[in-house]
């Protein structure tokens, strides 16, 4: 399909129908409506299935029955409904079952508001549900990243039998920008579902079981040691992130999604100060590019996080900083969106003023 | 595992054309739901011994009696008993 | 010679591991021998619950999922709506439908999902040690009601077949019980009909069987399947409680 506008909920729904989804099980909530109505609109025309189901806890499990039963499966949600997701979460984990998660993020804790967030960055990489695992993260800037990494998030589940989560915010979800899909090629080498709840009769008479119990320690310890084998793999090979204007920065900002083109802004005008800053962006948060910051590090005086959060994708970075260098943290919560000029005083706090 | 097949110690050793009793006496957890529901009360915990679970297996000991219901085969929740008639 | 009885096909080698007498067994095979007796047994999924047969997987001669508990039905709508051709059912207990699963199983009927699914009341939760459960009776002792239900703070029993019955996409919704070898023979019947509902796609169909609990009931099995006749029939009446063929 050519260049088209599209509202980014809608161009994460199209990307899914594009990559093959053809399941969709969700419930209304703020800010990401448009998911669902899309779906509700478009899949039935392709012979696809949209179900809206009684709860967020409900939709998970629709999930994990179709995901288990071989479907290439989507369901999205906003900051609460993903807190009731999160069992159903663990359970597709610990059965080693791929489906794709969107979470739209708003203001929390609690009902919280409806305005655009990213407190969830705890929730989404470090665990959310009960137990050792983990989802794979992925948080795009644009549009056309959200759409790109929804399709790159079925293939990676896929490959990985994991949950993969796109982790965008309400502005990214209400945001009008052009989108182009191409046509869709699967990753190679991705394995097929002989695993799939098909029916003996069409699996060649051997029963499948799809299942997360390991009553016996020694074997629940196995099973949870071959599920982190994957991720130490998925940590070594789909770290993804961007450098901008790295080379020479003096102040490098660290953010993600919607801070992060917040972040560009201030860093031209910046520039043209004469302020030596520059963006490094992960994309994948979970695995998150610890491997980005040594060659930053040596070169920068501090590090500027910029989070709609209290700090959380803070503690991260001071992980990878490792104390070698400081680190300042600006947060805007409540579903308050900072301004560029607002990024352009703390970077002109930590030089000292606008730059000669 | 073991399996018994009964004609009783009481009944005389002759060709039988009655019903026929078997029982994966091994799977047997005791529970006299068979003894209790069999019409013609021909079965009974045999208390002199213990199957590999540790139970008093059930065993037929009037096989004359049997009516091949399968009654006790119906109610069995291990499906240890077999009828053929 | 021929074979009046036997250990059904579509249950697996594997020995079970419910308590002497428990009903799961009988109920199993009903379930087992209706899936062969339709020759679906090649195209079935069983989803099960999370209680006494959180097991049911190793005991069904067929393709299995384990579900969280009470969201069996959500998670056989996924797995139906994915193939549709398959025989999906759920296999779920009093807590698991009627306490934490109530709104899974209600929707579940309300947008007709083409499964069946079988509801084992045994009026307590067996598997974490004799708690209440909602379909326990008002005087019933359990660890979570040591004086007996209450009617005061504790409610009584839900009905679940006739609350279901009220749901319009429903096809056949049935209470039976496997005390005796009549009641057996008839819940046999309506376990193989509801499942034969499911082959034709006439919509959503549940079974309740009355069940034991001897070692919770603190009662011989034996004596168990007498409490189901005197206690438990009279507040759970058998019977047909929807048929959109008109049978009774």
Not at chain 2, 15 to 21: A, H, I, K, L, Q
Not at chain 3, 42 to 71: I, K
Not at chain 3, 195 to 203: A, D, I, K, S, T
Not at chain 3, 226 to 237: D, G, L
Request: proline share 7%.
């Amino acid at each position: 399909m050519a260049r088209k506008l599209m509202k980014g909920n809608e161009a994460i729904a199209a990307a899914a129908i594009n990559a093959g989804c053809r399941h969709f099980f969700g419930y209304p909530i703020t800010p990401q409506n448009e998911i669902p109505e899309y779906m509700s609109r478009e899949l039935p025309k392709i012979g696809g299935v949209y179900v809206q189901a009684e709860s967020e806890v409900a939709a998970i499990n629709m999930v994990y029955g179709a995901a288990g039963a071989g479907a290439r499966v989507l369901t999205s949600s906003s900051s609460p409904g993903i807190s009731l997701m999160q069992e159903g979460i663990s359970y597709i984990a610990g059965a080693e079952l791929p489906c794709v998660l969107v979470n739209i993020m708003r203001g929390g804790p609690g009902l919280g508001g409806v305005q655009p967030s990213q407190a969830d960055y705890f929730q989404a990489t470090k665990g959310g549900g009960h137990g050792d695992y983990h989802v794979v993260v992925l948080a795009p800037a644009n549009l056309q990243e959200a759409a790109d990494l929804t399709q790159l998030a079925f293939d990676l589940a896929d490959k990985y039998r994991n949950p993969v989560m796109v982790l965008a915010d309400g502005m990214i979800g209400q945001l009008m920008e052009p989108v182009e899909l191409s046509p869709y090629h699967p990753m190679a080498g991705l394995p097929p579902k002989d695993w799939a709840t098909t029916g003996t009769s069409r699996s060649g008479g051997r029963r499948r079981i799809i299942n997360s119990l390991y009553l016996y320690p020694d074997q629940l310890e196995q099973h949870v040691r071959a599920i982190f084998a994957k991720y130490a793999e998925i940590e070594r090979t789909e770290v993804r992130y961007e450098l901008h204007r790295c080379d020479d920065a003096e102040v490098v900002i660290v953010a993600y999604g919607t801070t992060s083109r917040i972040a560009r802004s201030a860093i031209e005008k910046c520039r043209r100060q004469g302020l030596r800053v520059g963006l490094l962006r992960p994309i994948t948060l979970y695995p998150f590019p610890f491997a980005a910051f040594p060659p930053v590090i040596e070169r920068a005086k501090a590090f500027l996080v910029v989070e709609m959060s209290m700090g959380q994708m803070l503690d991260d970075v001071k992980i990878a900083v490792a104390g070698r260098k400081p680190i300042a943290f600006y947060g805007r919560t409540g579903g308050i969106v900072p301004t560029p000029e607002e990024v352009v005083k703390q970077v002109q706090a930590l030089l000292g003023g606008p730059g000669a | 595992m073991p399996i018994t097949t009964l004609s009783s110690p009481a009944s005389p050793a002759r060709e039988r054309s009655g019903p026929e009793v078997i029982f994966a006496e091994d799977l047997c957890k005791g529970c006299e739901l068979c003894i209790t529901i069999c019409p013609t009360k021909i079965l009974k915990l045999d208390l002199t011994r213990v199957n590999s679970r540790g139970y008093h297996p059930a065993i037929v000991y009037n096989l004359m009696e049997c009516s091949g219901c399968a009654s006790c085969a119906k109610i069995c929740p291990d499906s240890v008993i077999t009828v053929r008639r | 010679m021929k074979t009046v009885y036997e250990k059904s096909p579509g249950l697996t080698d594997i020995p079970m591991h419910y308590c002497p007498g428990c009903t799961h067994g009988i109920i199993h095979k009903l379930v087992a021998e209706s899936l062969v007796e339709l020759g679906v047994l090649g195209r079935t999924v069983a989803v099960a619950p999370v209680g006494c047969a959180v097991f049911a997987y190793d005991y069904f001669n067929c393709d299995s999922q384990e579900a969280a508990h009470g969201r069996a039905p959500a998670v056989a709508t996924g797995i139906k709506r994915v193939h549709p051709d398959n025989i999906v059912f759920t296999y779920q207990g009093d807590g698991d439908l009627a306490s934490i699963g109530m709104g899974e199983i209600v929707h579940a009927a309300m947008r007709g999902e083409n499964i069946t699914v079988v509801f084992v009341n045994n009026a307590i939760y067996g598997m974490t040690g004799g708690q209440m459960a909602p379909t326990t009776l008002v005087g019933q002792p359990t660890t979570t009601s040591p004086l007996g239900r209450s009617r005061l703070g504790q409610g009584a029993p839900l009905r679940i077949c006739e609350m279901l019955a009220t749901i319009e996409a429903t096809a056949y919704i049935s209470r039976v019980s496997v005390h005796s070898i009549p009641r057996l023979n008839v819940a046999k019947r309506a376990i193989k009909k509801a499942f034969q509902m499911q082959v034709e796609n006439r919509g959503f169909s549940l079974v309740e069987v009355l069940s034991t609990c001897p070692t919770n009931w603190g009662l011989s099995p034996v004596d168990a399947l007498r409490w189901v006749e005197q206690n438990m029939i009279p507040a759970y009446p058998l019977g047909v409680y929807k048929d959109i063929e008109g049978g009774t």
